[in-house]
Nanobody
Framework: QVQLVQSEGGSVQPGGSLRLSCTAS????????IAWIRQVPGKEREGVAC???????????AYTDSVQGRFIISRDGDNKTVHLQMNNLKPEDTAGYFC????????????????????WGQGTRVTVPS
């Protein structure tokens, strides 16, 4: 099993930036693909970004179209912490954000469906007022 602990979110003005972090612990936690998934009440969960485990070796990442070029997902050198750098935030980015882990695996990560992810962080709220 792997445990995920997220950093706090916050409220950011449109055009601003915010970085979310997710720290994994547990055996072989660096062999888990990590995704950031967001949810707005009344809507389906949306995979925002994912990064493959160290086992995939190619560091593959994927982004949903609406955040491509604005968000960056990355791992720390210890491969335990995954960051989501969110730039040029928009009101439509307002949501609850969850990090989630799938693995152990050596294949590339998947953005969707969210159900493939077995372990979840506690969630954090990101608000971008309109």
């Amino acid at each position: 099993q792997v445990q995920l602990v997220q950093s706090e979110g916050g409220s950011v003005q449109p055009g601003g930036s915010l970085r979310l972090s997710c720290t994994a612990s547990g055996a072989y936690s660096d062999y888990y693909a990590i995704a950031w998934i967001r949810q707005v009440p009344g809507k389906e969960r949306e995979g925002v970004a994912c990064i493959s485990s160290t086992g995939s070796r190619d560091g593959f990442t994927a982004y949903t179209d609406s955040v491509q070029g604005r968000f960056i997902i990355s791992r720390d050198g210890d491969n335990k912490t995954v960051h989501l750098q969110m730039n040029n935030l928009k009101p439509e980015d307002t949501a609850g954000y969850f990090c989630a882990a799938d693995g152990p695996r050596t294949t590339r990560c998947m953005l969707n469906p969210a159900d493939v992810y077995d372990y979840w962080g506690q969630g954090t709220r990101v608000t971008v007022p309109s």
